[in-house]
């Protein structure tokens, strides 16, 4: 069964800090990856996905996130973070071809101080 | 452009009272729908599945069901609800590229 661990459940950093939230798989076989983000009072929204090539993947926002398959890591970063980057983050992936459904990571609470 | 309608927002319900959470998807046809649920302190765990009117998967077994009576409606339910089905209900309609949500419902059983 696949599964997805973030390692931070709460960040609190101050703005134009550097960010970067840590994601870890577990699957037998090929997966797709994402990060979702959840702003206050929002619905759930892709940030930025992998599917395959170049490894590093550029987001909206300014958001990036580099897959390291040696890893089975798919860690988000931020060179610098704002105020309006708190929010909950979501890591999830699906299995290529495969019709059910993400599996997501239990997310994590980013708290931006101004 | 693809929309995706989940209601209510939030929700209290009695223990042993019946539930039915409604999803609707506009904007495209026979998508792949899904329910997802957050417990508090757990992450997002997918309920049920269906690529079409009628077929359902379910994930985990529970105090709930899902039905799909038309091609975009996906309907999740319960007969009786208990103290532990309170918590955030995602709906979403999903490509294998991305993946839409609806607002979300907050369900407290008390």
């Known amino acids: 069964a696949q599964s997805v661990s973030q390692h931070n459940h709460h960040v609190i950093l101050s703005e134009a800090a550097s960010l970067e939230l840590g994601c870890n798989y577990s699957?037998?076989?090929?997966?797709?990856l994402f990060w979702y983000v959840q702003y206050p009072g929002q619905h759930l929204q892709l940030l930025l996905k992998?599917?395959?090539?170049?490894?590093l993947v550029k987001g909206i926002k300014g958001f990036e996130a580099e897959f390291i398959k040696s890893k089975f890591s798919f860690n988000l970063r931020k060179p610098s973070v704002q105020w309006s980057d708190t929010a909950e983050y979501f890591c999830?992936?699906?299995?290529?071809?495969?019709?059910?459904?993400?599996?997501f990571g239990k997310g994590t609470h980013l708290i931006i101080q101004p | 452009s693809q929309t995706i309608h989940q209601w209510p927002a939030t929700l209290v319900q009695p223990v042993g009272s019946p539930l039915s959470l409604e999803c609707t998807v506009e904007?495209?046809?026979?998508?792949?729908l899904y329910w997802y649920r957050q417990a508090a302190g757990r992450g997002l765990q997918l309920l049920f599945y269906?690529?079409?009117?009628?077929?359902i998967s379910s994930e985990v077994p529970q105090n709930l069901s899902a039905s799909r009576p038309q091609d975009r409606q996906f309907i999740l339910s319960s007969k009786k609800l208990l103290l532990s089905d309170s918590g955030f209900y995602l709906c979403?309609?999903?490509?294998?590229?991305?993946?839409?949500f609806g607002q979300g419902t907050r369900l407290t059983v008390v």
């Open positions: 979403a309609w999903e490509l294998v590229t991305e993946a839409f």
């Open positions: 699957y037998g076989g090929t997966v797709n």
């Open positions: 992998y599917f395959s090539g170049d490894p």
């Open positions: 999830a992936v699906n299995s290529r071809g495969g019709a059910d459904g993400l599996t």
């Open positions: 904007g495209t046809s026979n998508p792949n």
């Open positions: 269906s690529v079409g009117i009628g077929q």
